[in-house]
């Protein structure tokens, strides 16, 4: 592509990118990575970009940094442009810590070159003490804020939220919602008291917000309100993010969070019964995530802000294009599943969708509990480590904990979102224009081909399809003849009088329903 100097930016997305330095917090993660791929391949006269990276004990920033590109999401991007990963410059930081934790040379730096900062890092789960949500969700963004403000070229300052931050809403629409508490009196009092202390008063300062992950993101929202009279700031609200329409690759994924964890379990045989409710999912691919983002940066940077000027919102949704429950898609799903068999299945991937908590439950401990330490003695009788009982335990935490939003559905307003999409530039349309209306049957196949390759990193060949799916007729033959054994000898222990458990009873019932089904 031509270098896009002496355009008029506000005619071309990539010439408004020509010569801008990028601040981007959360490089590592799904949206992270996608962006700066996306970035590098159709802004290629981006001067660089800028990736916090917080190192571990384990491993360096620089090792972390060479990993990340070591992903197949970049096998396109080094095909097509080979020199664009040298734009690229990890700089060791932690959003956790007071101020980002930068160096003093690293944090000069960056006042003196950036000219877009794309706050987007965060901890998304959703039982972190308040302590940890507020640092890093929180605090975090009030030192983006901070940081930005020192920057004498700032063209915009996007802040990737969640619609959900607004969950006492059932209609979010794209505007500033009055955050739930004063983010200054919050950030005081969680960085002075201690953890007992917090604990015992998360539930006041937590008002009636679900957890503690809505709780700061509502928060962060207020950060940016009100740094918005100073600064050009954006706040980019986003649905659950699911794998990609087309780019880079058709259905691409490597997260393993949100419903694409569930799913995995489900069709691994490790979750035979879910607790949710028959309601409709909002979901964005991360590809459209990516392209919104774009858009609303081109957007803002070429705007004149004015004093006490409110930063501009877009939700970053789909409830207006797809509507279809969970469950139409989990059959989606399984009808692409015959065709698409995951490797080294443990039983087989019969779910029940249960809304009563007591019958889930029991149906858990049955279903789950039980086969986990059933599991974990045969482990230890082969000197082996168990983990069954432990994993279905984290099981069983992650279904309370997203019950609220499993039970409850929202409607997400993208007006501005769609409205913005439609004024691209002619010319941009192909590398920056998202699509919402899709083949639902042919994504999902994308994405089950997507998991399978690079998350699960199975043999993706026709002869480890074939053997995938001979071991799944293996497994099924295993568990209908279980099943048969199960209710034969439930029954004759029931003719013999040698058992009166109504429980044993309501075993046999929802037995045979797994086999009818």
Sequence with gaps: MMSKIGINPANSIPAFYTGQSIFLTGATGFVGKVFIEKVLRSCPDIREIFLLMRPSNKISTVEKFEKMLRSPLFDRLRDERPSSFNKLIPIPGDSSEEGLGLSPADRQTLIERVTIVVHNSASVKFNDTIKYAIFVNTRSTRDICVLAESMNNLKALVYV?????????????????????????????????????????????????????????????????????????????????????????????????????????????????????????????????????????????????????????????????????QQTNMKLISSNVREIPFEDIVWTSDTITLYNHIVFYILFTLWQVFPALLMDFILKCFNRKPMFLKFQRKVYVVNCAIKYFSFNEWTFGNTNTMALNETVPPDNEKEFKFHLKVDRYEYLRSALLSVKKFVLKEDMSQAGFNAAKAHTRRIHLLVAAFKTCVIVGTLWAIYHRKIYSFFLLFHLIYSFNLIMS
């Design 161 to 325: 939220s969640t619609t959900y931050a607004q969950t006492d809403c059932h209609v979010v629409e794209e505007k500033v919602y009055p955050p739930k508490a004063n983010w200054r009196k919050l950030i005081k009092i969680v960085e002075s008291l201690d953890d007992h202390s917090l604990n015992i008063f998360t539930s006041k300062y937590m008002d009636n917000a679900v957890n503690t992950y809505v709780f700061s993101k509502n928060l962060a929202e207020g950060v940016i309100q009100d740094y918005s009279t100073s600064l050009p700031c954006v706040i980019l609200r986003l649905s659950m993010v699911m794998p990609a329409i087309s780019e880079p690759y058709p259905g691409w994924t490597d997260s393993v969070n949100g419903p694409v964890g569930l799913f995995i379990l489900n069709r691994k045989g490790l979750q035979h019964v879910t607790y949710c409710g028959n309601v409709c999912h909002d979901w964005i691919p991360v590809d459209v995530v990516v392209k919104s983002l774009l858009q609303v940066i081109w957007k803002r940077g070429v705007t004149t802000v004015m004093p006490d000027t409110a930063p501009l919102v877009f939700n970053c949704s789909s409830s207006n294009v797809h509507t279809m429950t």
